[in-house]
């Protein structure tokens, strides 16, 4: 447990009965006899206070731990989904093949084009939940360089390309011919983006609108991927950037998703001193940003 999650604890039980008891002892100090005939009073008054403060920061940790295990738990079942799917399929098309049932070449194609999918689709999910095992353990380390921040979002569009031969993407690129430089892991920032830029592609009915833009302003440089999908209600908006989260209505719960893409896109930006948002109306898409500082003033 971290010192972040038993701070309610720490405030309620030790802090809050500490800074009463502190209180009634200068009271003493300096009202002498009078405030002495208030001590039962003040006493009965600090034992309540810190009661219900400190039942409530209880309640809020262990709602907190709730929540976090419920979290943890349907991502263990979906994880287990996921890596089953794809086995399933390449054990079934595999042992077709060692049967000789498919004798027609064309079909025989089709089948190993299928495993060789699965398997790819298999090594992505296992690759995401290993990236993920290395930054909450601490392991990954962002090597900050310089970075023209127009190549590395060109190379973020150059990896969702492979996405547009699956469906049909009206991508507009919307970033000004300079762009400042940014202290930055390039391999790290461009996953980040392409994170975005996935999702924008995920959470999209079949008229599929994604834009791509950048903006500076004085120290910061704002990058934004807007899509036309469905949008994100409010209340679902302030948990998308938690780990293991995926928005509660039933229609996204049907797109494949461990709920780590955007926690992981949190990690890498504030690694790099950034800050990452969502801004969205419910019908009308959603805008993810990450804002980043410009390294040492210089356009690149
Ligand atoms: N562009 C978007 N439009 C609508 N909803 C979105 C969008 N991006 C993310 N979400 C919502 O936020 C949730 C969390 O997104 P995140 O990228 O962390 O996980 P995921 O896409 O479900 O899984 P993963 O990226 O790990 O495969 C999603 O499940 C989805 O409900
Ligand atoms: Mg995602």
Sequence with gaps: MKLRHVLPLIIGFVFVPAALMLTVGILILVYGSVARDYLFGILIVSLVGTTIIGSAATLAVLFREARVAKLQTDFVNKVSHELRTPLTSIRMFVETLQL????????QREALEIVAEETARLSGLINRLLDWARMESGRRVYELSRQPLGPVLDAALAAFEPQLLHH????????PPRLPSVMADRSALVEAVL???????KYTGPDKRIRLSAVASGPTVTIAVTDNGPGIPLRDQKHVFDKFYR???????TVEGTGLGLAMVKHIVVGHGGKVSVESEPGCGATFRIALPVAGGAHG
């Design 247 to 253: 928005a509660s209505d039933p229609l996204r719960r």
């Design 195 to 201: 994170n975005l830029l996935n999702n924008a592609f």
């Design 168 to 175: 049909p993407v009206q991508l507009e690129r919307d970033l």
């Design 100 to 107: 000789g049932r498919l004798q027609d070449p064309q079909r």
